[in-house]
Every structure is written in C-alpha cells, then in structure tokens.
C-alpha cells in the first residue's frame, strides 16, 4: 500500500502531522509493507530566494493578526509539537521560499533517503537556532549529507535551478487536482484523503480501512501453465 504525503518544510503542522502519523504507522500491523512518499507543496510559491522575514512578522503580514496573536499562535503550536516529543523554537525563527528543499527531497527520494531528509528539515527549520533559509546553499548541503546524500550530488542540484523543478511542479498541479488547498494532506492508495495534522488514532484508523478494502488479485490465468512452486519446477514432459 501506498502513502503519499503533501507538505511543505515551512509547514508546522506538517511537523507534527508527520510525528502523528509516524506513530500511527510504526503500531500499524502491516507497516513494512507501506511505502510512503513526499510530495512537494509550497505555502507560499511566490516568494523569491532571498525573500526572509521573521515568521512573526509573515503571519501578522499574512493574517492581519497582531503579534501577540501570532506569538500566542506560536506557543500552541510548540505545546501541540511537545506533545508529540518534537523540539519546536517559539521565537526567533525565519520565513522563506522552500523550493530548493523540495527539490533536494526529489533527489533523496532516488537516493531511498527521502524520509531521513524531510525530518532532518523539519527538525532544523523548526528546533534548530541555524536558519534554513539565510544560510545559503551550504547549510542544505549540510543537511542532505547528514541524510545520507553525496555533497556533489546535492550541490549540483542547487546551482541548477531546473534540476527536479519539473518534478516539484508536478506535485503541486496533483495536489490541486486531488483538491488539496492545505496541508499536510494525506493519500492512501489513492483511494481516501487525510487532511490536516489529525491525532495518530485517526490515522491508525485510516490505514486500518485503506488495507482492508485493497481489492483481491485477480489472476489471469487459471494457473494451468507452468511455473515453479514450493515443491519444485514444473518439467516438461515430451
């Protein structure tokens, strides 16, 4: 069975979305034959490279909240993360354009270091003092090795800003297509949708009935050719 997930690194509740549903999947009787996959989805595509602020700042741009409001905000959100054992920096942190990353996540997902990646991204926009975002290049370099991904490799990626952009874009028009306008945003076998940071039992549960209606295999043939089995080959008789 097949798990797609929308998110975006700039996302918190795709942080604590991934803790739930990684705690759902980790007690799901079936999970080493759940593949999961990272789609890309950016909150904001129209902000340029160098484009960083304060996220204090972006939500009260954003939202027209204050920034009591947004600092408020910040502090359930670190008290949602801590629940689910994450580290979560309530000030001080950054905004900005996660194209690039969602292009290294392309490479790490041929590389099988897709899930390594994310949660290394995750866990250093939002836990880490370091920014993601006005570091430059280096500092996601340095986060793809510790993912298990060869520095070239990575860095040739982020000096060619058409590497994996067509794959990045991709997603972001099966998002649309799929309807998700948020996310985290959740896709089992492309059968049921999960939108949001839902608690791990909700998605114990979606995994739970995704794997249950999977229909049978339907054979094709009756089973009358030969083929080798158990007890040895089939041989030819003349």
Same mark, same amino acid.
């Given at each position: ?45 129209? @902000? ?28 359930? @959100? ?17 905004? *900005? ?9 392309? @490479? ?87 939108? *949001? ?21 339907? @054979? ?19």
């Amino acid at each position: 069975m097949r798990v797609e997930i929308w998110t975006d690194i700039a996302c918190p509740w795709c942080y604590v979305g991934k803790a739930r549903f990684d705690k759902a999947l980790e007690a799901f009787p079936h999970r080493d034959q759940v593949e999961v996959v990272h789609r890309s989805f950016e909150l904001d595509p129209s @902000l340029a490279k160098g484009d960083i602020q304060p996220v204090i700042t972006m939500l009260t741009k954003k939202y027209g909240m204050s920034q009591a409001q947004a600092q408020a905000g910040e502090e359930n @959100l670190g008290a949602q993360a801590a629940a689910e054992g994450l580290d979560y920096r309530t000030r001080g942190r950054d905004n *900005g354009n996660t194209f690039d990353m969602h292009r290294l996540l392309h @490479l790490a997902k041929e590389q099988g270091r897709q899930d390594e990646l994310i949660q290394i991204l995750y866990r250093a926009n939002f836990a880490e003092e370091r920014s993601v975002f006005s570091e430059g290049d280096e500092r996601l370099v340095e986060l793809a090795v510790e993912a298990g991904l060869d520095a070239d490799a990575a860095r040739k990626v982020l000096t060619d800003p058409t590497a994996y952009a067509d794959e990045v874009r991709a997603d972001e028009r099966e998002a649309a297509e799929l309807g998700a306008n948020g996310v985290p945003f959740f896709v089992l076998d492309r059968k049921y949708g999960v939108s *949001g940071a839902q608690p791990a039992e909700v998605f114990a549960q979606a995994l739970t009935q995704a794997w249950g209606e999977r229909p049978p295999l339907k @054979l094709i043939d009756d089973g009358g050719a030969d083929a080798c089995g158990p007890d040895g080959c089939a041989v030819p008789q003349r």
